[in-house]
Nanobody
Framework: QVELVESGGGLVQPGASLTLSCAAS????????VGWFRQAPGKERECVAG????????YYAESVKGRFTISRDNAKNAVYLQMNSLQPEDTAVYYC???????????????????WGQGTQVTVSS
C-alpha cells in the first residue's frame, strides 16, 4: 500500500510556471511507474507525464512535450512535474498515481493505476 499526496497547484497567468510535487509514503516507489494525470471538467482523465523507477524511462503526452518535465527524488520518495509555458488548456485537476503493472511500454491508462493522490487544482487564466 502506498499513499500519495500532491501539492503545488494554484492559479497562474498564461506563460507562467508551476512545479507539482507528489510525495509517497507507506513504501518505496522503487518498483513503480508513476504517472501524472490531469482531468479537466467534462473531459476524460489523461496521462500527461510518467516515469518508471526501475529503468528511468519517461513518458510525455504530445500536448506537453517540451513544456513539462517529470523528475524524481529517490531520497524523498517523491516525483515532481515542472510545468512551463502554461496555457489555459492546461487547467485541470492534476493527480499522481503509482502502479507496479508489468507491461511493455509506459502505462498511460488510469485503469492501470491502483494508487492515486487526492489531486491538486491548476488554473491558468489571465
Amino acid at each position: 500500500q502506498v499513499e500519495l499526496v500532491e501539492s503545488g497547484g494554484g492559479l497562474v497567468q498564461p506563460g507562467a510556471s508551476l512545479t507539482l510535487s507528489c510525495a509517497a509514503s507507506g513504501r518505496s516507489l522503487f518498483s513503480d511507474a508513476v504517472g501524472w494525470f490531469r482531468q479537466a471538467p467534462g473531459k476524460e482523465r489523461e496521462c500527461v507525464a510518467g516515469i518508471r523507477w526501475g529503468d528511468n524511462s519517461l513518458y510525455y503526452a504530445e500536448s506537453v512535450k517540451g513544456r513539462f518535465t517529470i523528475s524524481r527524488d529517490n531520497a524523498k520518495n517523491a516525483v515532481y512535474l515542472q510545468m512551463n509555458s502554461l496555457q489555459p488548456e492546461d487547467t485541470a485537476v492534476y493527480y499522481c498515481a503509482a502502479s507496479r503493472i508489468g507491461i511493455p511500454g509506459f502505462p498511460v491508462l488510469s485503469s492501470q493505476y491502483p494508487y492515486w493522490g487526492q489531486g491538486t487544482q491548476v488554473t491558468v487564466s489571465s
